[in-house]
């Protein structure tokens, strides 16, 4: 995964993020992390790849029997430990193109809030490998933000900036759903478009869908084999 959150944004720096996002960027993390826990049951293990300190993931262990996050940030993972008082879940350094779990082991896979972009990897290989864990008739479930909410997703770029939290955003450079910083960070979104050819790459079938008018799900089920 990107390196920026392991070494530039991670733990508390992460948490207060969310902290000062304004209120429509919160109303789309809340359906979005709602979207996710109303597709799931009482008795599926969940992976969540990048759950940084833990803010979807602790938020679905009281819809799924098992929650495992992964991440690559150490500091991030530590501070969901700290706010996992009920160890409800279990969180893994470990790098989500390179999963050291064994095949058709979860009902769910999710890879949520823009991972799919801001991680820097190869998404085929991420898609490819959260299908290969993922039990037949499982489903991996990718969100990305909706253009619709390409003002308000700036201005929480602008706030984490201005509270030290992040570079500047270089506005030059920015737009067309990709947000530039003056230190090195970029991420854009995936438009249904593109979660279609990146499906057709990985040689799966993705269904799509836009939840809040804030965010875009590519919803992969898996095929037996």
């Not at 050291?100 to 823009?114: E, H, I, K, M, S």
């Amino acid at each position: 995964m990107s390196g920026y959150y392991s070494e530039n944004l991670s733990g508390e720096s992460l948490q207060r993020c969310y902290e000062i996002a304004p209120p429509r960027v919160k109303q789309y993390l809340e359906a979005e992390a709602l979207h996710v826990a109303e597709r799931l049951r009482p008795a599926d293990r969940v992976l969540e790849l990048g759950c940084g300190y833990g803010r979807v993931a602790l938020k679905l262990a009281a819809a799924a029997r098992r929650v495992v996050g992964i991440d690559s940030a150490e500091e991030s993972l530590k501070l969901a430990r700290q706010l996992d008082r009920e160890r409800r879940c279990e969180f893994v350094l470990m790098d989500a193109v390179a999963l050291g779990f064994r095949d058709d082991l979860f009902d769910a896979v999710l890879c949520v809030q823009n991972g799919i972009c801001a991680f820097g990897v190869d998404q085929v290989v991420l898609l490819r490998e959260a299908l290969r864990v993922t039990r037949s008739g499982g489903i991996v479930m990718i969100s990305s933000y909706s253009d619709r909410i390409w003002t308000e997703r700036l201005a929480w770029f602008d706030a984490q900036a201005s509270a030290g939290l992040m570079g500047p955003v270089d506005h030059a450079k920015s737009g067309n759903g990709i947000i530039v910083c003056k230190d090195g960070f970029r991420a854009g979104r995936m438009t249904p478009e593109d979660f279609q050819i990146l499906c057709s790459a990985a040689g799966a079938k993705g269904e799509i869908v836009e939840v809040d008018g804030s965010c875009v799900f590519c919803e992969v089920v898996k095929q037996g084999t």
